[in-house]
């Protein structure tokens, strides 16, 4: 049962372009969506996040994206640096009353110098 | 800046053996939580944990699961009697209001042989 989807499972970009990480979720309840950063032997890193009311949310170099009607949601890195190699996970949340995070199989993103 | 701690790092067990695993969330916190990844897969909810109450549980979460929070400090994670498919990384994390970011702990890896 996977509700919350990341189809790719890594992603190369060169040091300077941008990175662009996918999420696709199947459960209209979501309304609340969190990217995280994963470096290895670490937790999860809270990035950015975005409320189903809005549809971009920025701060400094990460921008994400939220379409709903096409249950997407994009992490836009520009520009990417290397310190950005890490595996990034989609987690989504449904509305008020339930506060657990329901996870994406994460992206391992790979930015060369 | 102010973190969520685990201890141990790593902790090894025999099949049908109790562990504790430990958490110091961060000191205002108000929500925590477990959650697991065994390797390869998904981080998962396991449960919330709000006011000296279970707030929410996975299916997961079965009997065999317990939460504390002993002192003002502590939030720890019972397994009575571990499996083999018990072995993942188990994170625990905190947030002041249940609907904003979580933060997480650097996670503790359980492996039962």
């Known amino acids: 049962d996977q509700q919350v989807k990341q189809n790719s499972p890594s992603l190369s970009v060169q040091e300077g372009r941008i990175s662009i990480l996918n999420c696709d979720y199947t459960n209209s309840m979501f309304d609340y969506f969190l990217w995280y950063k994963k470096y290895p032997a670490e937790g999860p890193t809270f990035l950015i996040s975005?409320?189903?009311?809005?549809d971009k949310n920025e701060d400094g170099r990460f921008t994400v994206f939220l379409n709903k009607s096409a249950k997407h949601l994009s992490l836009h890195i520009v520009p990417s640096q290397p310190g950005d190699s890490a595996v990034y996970f989609c987690?989504?949340?449904?509305?008020?009353?339930?506060?657990?995070?329901?996870f994406g199989k994460g992206t391992k993103l790979s930015v060369i110098p | 800046e102010p973190e969520v701690t685990q201890t141990p790092s790593h902790q090894v067990t025999q099949m049908g053996q109790e562990v504790i695993l430990r958490c110091v969330p961060i000191?205002?916190?108000?929500?925590f939580y477990w959650y697991r990844q065994i390797l390869g897969q998904k981080v998962e909810f396991l449960v919330s944990?709000?006011?000296?109450?279970?707030?929410?549980k996975s299916e997961i979460f079965d009997d065999q699961f317990s939460v504390e929070r002993p002192d003002g400090s502590n939030f720890t994670l019972k397994i009575r009697s571990t499996k083999l498919e018990d072995s993942a990384m188990y994170f625990c994390a905190s947030n002041l209001f249940p609907y904003n970011e979580q933060f997480f702990g650097p996670g503790t890896r359980l492996t039962v042989l």
């Open positions: 000191s205002n916190h108000l929500y």
């Open positions: 944990f709000y006011n000296n109450e279970i707030s929410e």
């Open positions: 987690a989504a949340r449904p509305e008020a009353g339930s506060y657990q995070l329901t």
């Open positions: 975005i409320s189903s009311i809005k």
